[in-house]
């Protein structure tokens, strides 16, 4: 788990114009710092604002000349600032202030509050700049349409009113400045150009790395265990096994669907572990698509260290104490000369940052543990609950990020006659918390 200084916090404060994905970047931030064990949270201004002032709050209630209005969305920024710092105090180790901060005063009042509250804190300011109108109307349409400020208004009012309020808020916007001596990132018309200034420590250099990765083109992600290894039917763990002929099958059957699902689109990526069952499993996916796949070793499984080629009641028969240990805090337990779940979080993040990055479908063929960090990460699932989700084999789970969610699609395929059963939300939902040994 990853630890902070005993005292210090960190504050990350988001910056720009409205529908310039502020909200979609504070929200990817959060999953990925939860997903890497720092308790993190976003205070949204709007939904204070939208609590306290309503939702009947048209452009001119956002106009900076509007006095008793500008007094009523100071109040809520303040209400969600204080909420921040209680939570600092508590149980957080990062909170993200997720608002427009348009101007410098407002950013400078953020940084001395923080400064008074604490005695040690980072803030670190993403910016998010954005200049091309598409875009930005296509943000409007996906995302502000939908919130509670715009029920019951027909889509061409909705868009008018914000493209309006967008209007209000540029004429103060200031962006960040050199000159305010604060450390932040520039992400400017989605990742095209990113500028970094006075950036300290470990933790923000992590944020940089992996906002550099991030876009936000839909594209499908594949995620799949190899098909059934020999040690799968020893229930052994560890090892290098092969896969059994119905593994090899299963492997064949995953292509064909592939073949079908991707309607022969050749341009993608695809990622497996170094293991001989992932390659073996892979080498028949490629054959049929006819594409290239990257081996890597962080996609290998876990390391079980001694228990290496064992079953389940042998470690309890030939190591009781590790094998206790182990039931009762799967997340932690760490093999002797192995791996912990912890470790293999610690190592998967690199893959994180490939399947981000890319803008085009993604396939992972890789192992149980490697699989359920991923699939953790996208439906932002507590990391205490990566050891017990259920990521079966023979079966392929399409995942497609969205601004504020994850779509899931899982397809059962059946090894030896190619049936494919497409699972329903209800079937997926009763599998998430499964306890697979």
Excluded at 28 to 52: A, D, E, T
Excluded at 90 to 119: A, C, H
Excluded at 340 to 367: G, T
Aim: proline content about 3%.
């Amino acid at each position: 788990m990853q630890e902070l200084g005993k005292q210090q916090k960190m504050v990350i404060g988001m910056v720009g114009l409205p529908a310039r994905g502020k909200t979609y970047i504070s929200r990817k931030i959060c999953r990925y710092l939860n997903w890497m064990g720092f308790k993190s949270k976003v205070f949204n201004i709007g939904n204070y604002r939208r609590q306290i002032c309503g939702t009947d709050c048209n452009s001119n209630f956002f106009d900076p000349g509007n006095k008793d209005a500008s007094k009523a969305r100071d109040e809520c920024a303040l209400l969600a600032l204080n909420d921040m710092i209680n939570y600092l105090r508590n149980e957080g180790d990062v909170s993200l202030y997720d608002g427009t901060n348009t101007t410098k005063q407002r950013r400078k009042l953020i940084m001395e509050t923080l400064q008074q509250k604490f005695s040690e804190v980072q803030v670190f300011w993403v910016e998010s700049i954005c200049n091309d109108e598409d875009v930005i109307l296509r943000n409007i349409q996906l995302t502000k349409l939908n919130n509670p400020d715009y029920v019951g208004k027909s889509s061409d009012e909705a868009t008018q009113d914000f493209q309006q309020r967008i209007e209000q808020y540029a004429k103060v916007y200031e962006p960040i400045d050199m000159d305010e001596n604060i450390s932040f990132i520039k992400i400017i018309d989605i990742g095209n150009d990113i500028m970094i200034y006075n950036i300290q420590g470990f933790l923000q250099s992590k944020l940089v790395s992996y906002l550099m990765n991030l876009h936000i083109y839909p594209r499908p992600i594949y995620l799949s265990r190899h098909g059934e290894s020999q040690y799968n039917v020893g229930h052994k763990v560890g090892g290098d096994s092969d896969l059994t002929q119905t593994g090899l099958m299963y492997a064949k059957q995953l292509g064909k669907y592939f073949v079908q699902e991707l309607e022969g689109n050749r341009n993608i990526k695809m990622f497996t572990s170094t293991m001989q069952r992932a390659l073996r499993t892979s080498n028949e996916v490629c054959e049929l698509l006819g594409v290239e796949y990257y081996s890597l070793k962080a996609l290998d499984e876990i390391n079980p260290g001694i228990c290496d080629g064992l079953t389940y009641q042998q470690i309890a028969d030939k190591f009781p104490q590790d094998y206790e240990e182990r039931k009762m805090n799967k997340l932690t337990y760490r093999y002797p000369r192995g791996e912990s779940y912890l470790d293999v979080i610690s190592r998967v993040e690199q893959i994180i940052f490939e399947i981000e990055r890319s803008r085009l479908p993604v396939i992972v063929i890789a192992h149980q543990a490697i699989l359920r960090c991923l699939y953790a990460y996208f439906h932002e699932h507590e990391v205490p609950e990566i050891p017990k989700l259920n990521i079966p084999l023979h079966q392929v789970i399409k995942l497609v990020p969205a601004a504020y969610y994850c779509k899931e699609t899982r397809i059962k395929i059946d090894p030896m006659t190619g049936h494919w059963e497409i699972q329903d939300e209800a079937t997926i939902k009763k599998v998430k918390s499964f306890l697979d040994l």
